[in-house]
């Protein structure tokens, strides 16, 4: 009987482990399920201004709330006369800029002073998009001097869009979100997805031109989450 007890005891001290084992790890995924919920509804708040950014629920991202249209093959934003259909793109261009890098810097000054947001930072993504502008008469051949075809050179002519954003927000002394300043808060992304990605406008052949539309930029903000801080 004594045998039993004692191995009976040590099997409920094991359970009693794994069970507290198991709450604490829930606890902890209900915490950071939490945590992310509150990060995302500030976002929510800091990119509500519907002139600059507009929010595609059904993708969870933000694109700029402008059409960007460049002219075909064209991406250097230090050239906005040559590179830009419209002009007054610059303008909005420079807003979204300073709009994006106030809201930056208010995620590094709520991670400053909340104990829980030590282990928290973002990635923030531009991200460029091309359009098929097959039809376009304007649109010129794709540089083929490294590419094999017009697929692939929309993927880099996108990416060089986007660098260029990133370019021209930071040449013209707005933010430079690759500084060692913002290294602790946000790792930039720089990509481009082509003619490719998901919720692109499904153009009618007839009609090309709303392919422009595909010609924008969409911008991630997407947080990283460690280990959650109790304190």
């Known amino acids: 009987m004594l045998v039993m007890f004692v191995v009976s005891y040590k099997l409920f001290i094991d359970e009693k482990e ?3 084992e198991e709450k604490d790890k829930y606890q902890a ?7 992310i919920n509150r990060i995302e ?3 929510a708040r800091m990119m509500r201004d519907s002139t600059l950014f507009k929010y595609e629920p059904e993708f969870r991202r933000y694109t700029l709330a402008r059409d960007i249209r460049f002219v075909g093959g064209k991406w250097n934003l230090s050239k906005p ?10 303008v909005y261009l420079e807003q979204t800029g300073k709009r994006l890098k106030s809201i930056i810097d208010s995620l ?53 869009r986007a660098k260029a954003l990133y370019d021209f927000w930071k040449e013209r002394g707005i933010v430079d979100f690759d500084s060692p300043h913002y290294h602790d808060v946000v790792e930039l992304v720089i990509a481009g997805n082509g003619f490719g990605g998901v919720g692109r406008v499904n153009a009618d052949k007839s009609n090309y031109m709303d392919e422009w539309k595909n010609q924008r930029f969409l911008i991630q903000i997407i947080p990283k989450v460690g280990k959650i801080s109790s304190q």
């Open 81 to 90: 006369s040559q590179t830009l259909m419209d002009q007054s793109d610059v």
């Open 108 to 160: 590094s000054i709520e991670k400053a002073h909340d104990p829980k947001l030590k282990e928290v930072s973002y990635i923030l993504a531009i991200v460029g998009s091309a359009s098929n502008l097959y039809k376009d008469p304007y649109h010129p051949e794709f540089d083929n001097y490294a590419y094999t075809d017009n697929e692939n050179w929309n993927y880099i002519l996108s990416y060089q």
């Open 18 to 20: 794994k069970l507290i």
């Open 41 to 43: 509804a500030s976002l």
């Open 29 to 35: 995924k209900a915490e950071q399920l939490d945590l």
